[in-house]
């Protein structure tokens, strides 16, 4: 690898009592050996040569008055397909499908438990307990996704939550080299990386670095006192963004902001402590190149340190220049959340992130327009307005849009479970700039508000064997639900042959009465967007697009397969989503 040092964490009874430390490996250096006030931990500083072969060696520590210990270490051989197989990064070519392992399919019903772990609930009935979903489940429905027209299939964290409760999320850490057993492990991590690429689909991992759940072996036996940010008593985040880039914030609640803990549960990790940054740092790489990573979603952005978050980046860019990396940011305002990723401001702290969770296109944009009365500063103005802010992303094209995740209302049940609304709202997911994202469920018109968060974190119906309903199949579909299905379906594919939409540009129109236009076009395609928000059917004059528009002829109406001849004029009806593919 270009970074050839490595720091090793050795974790033992009383290992920080042992005075030397020995190896001999052919192209394997020593370089230092630390003791920490942690009597249980050593940190060992190596490097590895590039002439190194894989291989394993013993690691040997001495002195101290201990009898001498040994443990084994492995060089592995490095993954083949750098950029092309793995660590492809994820573009705007693809549509990710965010999905939570737990609750999507039971593939392997025998690890639904596992002896000694502290969460030992496994009951469907109750949205806080463990309900046997795992990544077997996963693998079993990849043909299912590709043929919705999925490409990338992002997980919440598949790592080590042995928490005594409400495991099913994952986001409180135990072990950060263990893959959760109840998932099926290491093994069952490999096997759904290795099938996703031989369907030509990618792996998306969710990274986290602010938090680390209680049960984590650092938390229970801390190498060091400053491995956690400490408080006099506990002190929650502020939760306010705006101190972190605020030039008139007070110190102490931008320190609350970054420092803070999210809850009890979720001690808060020191960044500026050099050893957590390595370890954490290491652990990132160590994922990519272990499982074969393509693209790597980071949780709660503007709650880390900043600064450690270029320094992480920076790293995994070094090694995997092809890896794409999107940090979650449910700020409000395009300013906020364009601080946290790579932009245009001439300002002290430059962010390297690529891109960020397109919040504002959802709560200012889709959300808005299918919500709100249209008129000057409400409803579909807001989705023209918050695009024409993307002049502050240095790539706009990367940011991720979406409907929904596992913390939102459901998107249906946001806007009163209209099925006319929600056809807009996939047609534009499919449409527009950026990488389209969709929860799993969105496609079989899943629902639920977030009070609580359980409710939009149900079993997708069919992933269990005792289930009734399969909604995999088309079958077990209602018609509505099926009808959706189908029109995702139909524009998710298009939209993968679609060189303007996937490369192409994009060009808005101020909207009118309601109605608002937009176009995705390059030199090799052209495809127009009407979108009536209106209650009632519109009239365009195309006259008014004729920059866009001049040399066409024809359209081929995505949503019915008919190609129909352009006059002068465009009825459409109302609250619809007319895209059309230009032709001459």
């Known amino acids: 690898m270009k970074n050839s040092k490595l720091q090793l964490l050795l974790h033992g009874e009383n290992i920080g009592t042992f005075t030397k430390v020995t190896m001999n490996y052919p192209g394997v250096t020593l370089n230092k050996l630390t003791r920490v006030e942690g009597k249980n931990y050593l940190i060992v500083d190596i490097t590895i040569s590039p002439t190194a072969r894989p291989g394993s060696f013993k690691i040997v520590m001495s002195g101290g008055g201990l009898p001498n210990e040994d443990v084994n270490y492995e060089l592995k051989p490095r993954r083949p397909g750098k950029g092309t197989a793995f660590a492809q990064g994820v573009t705007s070519k693809d549509l990710a499908y965010l999905l939570m392992p737990d609750r999507f399919s039971n593939g392997d019903p025998t690890n639904d438990r596992i002896a000694g772990m502290r969460d030992q609930t496994l009951n469907r009935d109750s949205i806080y307990h463990r309900h046997g979903g795992d990544l077997q489940g996963v693998i079993n ?77 650092t938390v229970l036996d801390p190498p060091m006192k400053d491995w956690l940010h400490h408080w006099p008593s506990f002190t929650q985040t502020t939760y306010k963004d705006q ?21 009890r549960q979720m001690p808060d990790m020191n960044h500026n402590n050099p050893y957590v940054a390595n370890f954490l740092i290491q652990h990132a790489i160590w994922s990519v190149e272990e499982f074969g990573v393509d693209g790597w979603r980071i949780d709660t952005y503007v709650y880390n340190d900043l600064n450690f978050m270029n320094r992480c980046n920076k790293a995994l860019m070094d090694e995997y220049p092809k890896l794409t990396m999107f940090g979650e940011t449910w700020v409000h305002g395009v300013l906020n959340q364009s601080y946290l990723c790579q932009n245009n401001f001439d300002i002290p702290f430059k962010s390297n ?156 129109y101020l909207p009118v009465n309601g ?27 195309l006259s008014k697009f004729k920059e866009r528009m001049n040399g066409f002829t024809k359209a081929y109406d995505v949503a019915t397969g008919v190609t129909f001849n352009l006059e002068p004029k465009l009825t459409l009806g109302e609250k619809y989503l007319l895209v059309m593919d230009l032709k001459k």
């Open 353 to 508: 992130l690529q891109a960020t969770t397109d919040f504002q296109l959802l709560f200012y944009g889709i959300q808005a327009t299918l919500n709100e009365n249209f008129g000057w500063t409400d409803g579909v103005n807001k989705m023209y307005t918050t695009t024409a802010q993307d002049f502050v992303y240095k790539d706009p094209m990367r940011q991720v849009i979406f409907l929904g995740n596992h913390d939102l209302a459901r998107f249906y049940s946001v806007i009163g479970e209209d099925t006319t609304k929600y056809k807009i709202a996939l047609a534009w997911l499919m449409t527009f700039r950026g990488i389209p994202q969709l929860y799993y469920g969105d496609e079989i018109l899943m629902t639920g508000f977030t009070n609580p968060d359980g409710n939009v974190r149900l079993d997708f119906k069919g992933g269990w064997a005792e289930d009734r309903e399969n909604k995999f199949t088309k079958e077990g579909r209602t018609q509505k639900e099926d009808n959706i299905f189908q029109y995702l379906k139909r524009f998710a594919n298009f939209r993968k042959n679609s060189s303007a939409i996937t490369t192409g540009k994009l060009m808005q």
């Open 243 to 263: 101190t972190a880039f605020d030039p008139y914030a007070a110190p102490s609640e931008t320190k609350q902001l970054q420092d803070g803990w999210f809850v």
């Open 141 to 217: 429905h990849l043909d299912y996704l590709k043929d919705l027209g999925v490409t990338s299939v992002w997980m919440t964290p598949v790592i080590e939550n042995d928490m005594p409760n409400r495991t099913e999320h994952g986001y409180a850490f135990t072990n950060h080299y263990k893959i959760e057993p109840r998932f099926g492990g290491e093994a069952a991590y490999k096997k759904l990386s290795d099938e996703l690429h031989k369907r030509g689909m990618k792996l998306i991992q969710d990274a986290v670095y602010n938090h680390v759940g209680s049960q984590h072996f």
């Open 515 to 541: 109605v608002y236009v937009y176009f995705r076009y390059d030199d090799k395609q052209t495809v127009m967007c009407v979108m009536n928000t209106s209650d009632k059917p519109a009239t365009i004059d």
